[in-house]
């Protein structure tokens, strides 16, 4: 592989990793030298991730799993542990919203069906606690690890008619920033990234139906993310680059929220 290998020697495990930013994390990281354990509900999107990073060269494995699972999570850390002997970075990047494919209701607290609401917070913010849960013990015992989770514009402002998903990505960023308090004596960072509107299956159909029009006039940019442009920075928090970054919530979302 020809780019700098800020990974070499490491193991990452990224949720979410067969498609969008997901995918493009793995691809980088792997790129830098980790060896990622590619995961996702998705399994046959899940293998062509990792089909991707080893036609380059690269080292990954593809596992099934359900991040409102604890057991799948359980499962993803343990094996993760048994196949490469470590982990040193997880990206907690799974998560649901807007696309039609995900069936649930994007809604005010009165309008959202409750068991929509447990789907949302389970998958978008149980999801992190739990994958924190079984992998802070290994990295403690190690003295080293960085996390990186996934929040959003969303829980810097709000996304109004999308109560559930917003109060999911607002308690990522209390949760990361408490985890970052807890276990930096431990040797363990733990950082979190807010995207903006970035061109992915998950909000293709809203951008297509006026979202995109909106972002030209409420980005500084003036266009949507890309998702590479999100994975550079899950990069940099996960590297030695940000050796001295813990409990940073850092927007990434062409100046959505500094207008
Ligand atoms: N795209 C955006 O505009 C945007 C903006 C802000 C935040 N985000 C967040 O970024 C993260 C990635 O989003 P994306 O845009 O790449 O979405 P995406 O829909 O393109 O990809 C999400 C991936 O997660 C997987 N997934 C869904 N439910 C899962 C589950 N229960 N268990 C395991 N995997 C599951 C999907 O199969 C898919 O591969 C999400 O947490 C999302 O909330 C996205």
């Not at 998705?42 to 062509?48: G, R």
């Not at 739990?130 to 003295?143: E, F, G, I, T």
């Not at 733990?190 to 995109?212: F, H, K, S, W, Y």
């Not at 680059?241 to 500094?258: E, F, L, M």
Request: a negative charge; one cysteine or more.
């Amino acid at each position: 592989m020809t780019t700098a290998a800020r990974f070499a020697g490491r193991t990452a495990i990224v949720t979410g990793g067969g498609g969008g930013q997901g995918r493009e994390a793995c691809l980088l990281f792997a790129a830098e030298g980790a060896s990622v354990m590619v995961t996702d509900i998705d399994k046959a999107a899940a293998d062509a991730t990792a089909e991707l990073i080893t036609d380059r060269g690269g080292v990954a494995h593809s596992l099934k799993v359900d991040v409102s699972s604890e057991e799948d999570i359980k499962t993803m850390v343990s094996s993760t542990i048994e196949r490469f002997g470590q982990v040193d970075i997880l990206l907690n990047n799974a998560g649901v919203g807007f696309s039609a494919s995900s069936r649930l209701t994007m809604a005010g607290v009165v309008d959202t069906p409750t068991d929509h609401w447990d789907a949302i917070l389970n998958i978008n913010l149980r999801s992190v606690a739990l994958a924190c849960k079984y992998v802070l013990p290994h990295m403690a015992a190690r003295r080293s690890g960085t996390i990186v989770n996934t929040s959003s514009i969303s829980g810097l402002t709000s996304v109004p008619g999308a109560d559930a998903y917003t109060a999911a990505k607002g308690g990522i960023i209390s949760l990361t920033r408490v985890m970052a308090s807890d276990w930096g004596k431990h040797g363990i960072r733990v950082n979190c990234i807010c995207p903006g509107a970035v061109d992915t299956p998950m909000i293709r159909e809203a951008l297509a139906a006026g979202l995109g029009e909106l972002v030209a006039t409420r980005t500084a940019l003036g266009r949507p993310g890309r998702p590479e442009e999100i994975a550079k920075v899950a990069a940099f928090l996960a590297s030695d680059d940000a050796s001295y970054v813990t409990g940073a919530v850092i927007p990434v979302d062409g100046g959505w929220t500094s207008q």
